[in-house]
Nanobody, 125 residues
Framework: QVQVVESGGGLVQAGGSLRLSCTASGRTDSTYVMGWFRQAPGKEREFVGTIRGSNGGTYYADSVKGRFTIARDSAKRTVYLQMNSLKPEDTAVYFC??????????????????WGQGTQVTVSS
């Protein structure tokens, strides 16, 4: 079993930055994929970005490319979502997800086995 915990959300003005953290604990392995998703009120949960444990490769949704960056600290089993140049439309609950097997860049929710509880990010205009 794997536990996934996010932290770091909050309120920020448009143009500002926030960094979210996600830690996976329990039965984890080096060959994992961790993903970030977000869900705004009344909308579907959407893909933000993902990182592969095997090589640190990352892949992003077009809506955040160039503004958001995912990095990892393998020793801590932690990944970070650095969000810069935030816009009001980035307001959402952000979720971290974990897949124990590295199948590549996973952009679909159904491909992740474990999820965190989510953390709120609010960007004011």
């Amino acid at each position: 079993q794997v536990q996934v915990v996010e932290s770091g959300g909050g309120l920020v003005q448009a143009g500002g930055s926030l960094r979210l953290s996600c830690t996976a604990s329990g039965r984890t392995d080096s060959t994992y994929v961790m993903g970030w998703f977000r869900q705004a009120p009344g909308k579907e949960r959407e893909f933000v970005g993902t990182i592969r444990g095997s090589n640190g490769g990352t892949y992003y949704a077009d809506s955040v490319k160039g503004r958001f960056t995912i990095a990892r600290d393998s020793a801590k089993r932690t990944v970070y979502l650095q969000m810069n140049s935030l816009k009001p439309e980035d307001t959402a609950v952000y979720f971290c997800a974990y897949q124990p097997y590295d199948f590549g860049y996973l952009t679909r929710k159904s491909l992740y086995d474990y999820w965190g509880q989510g953390t709120q990010v609010t960007v004011s205009s």
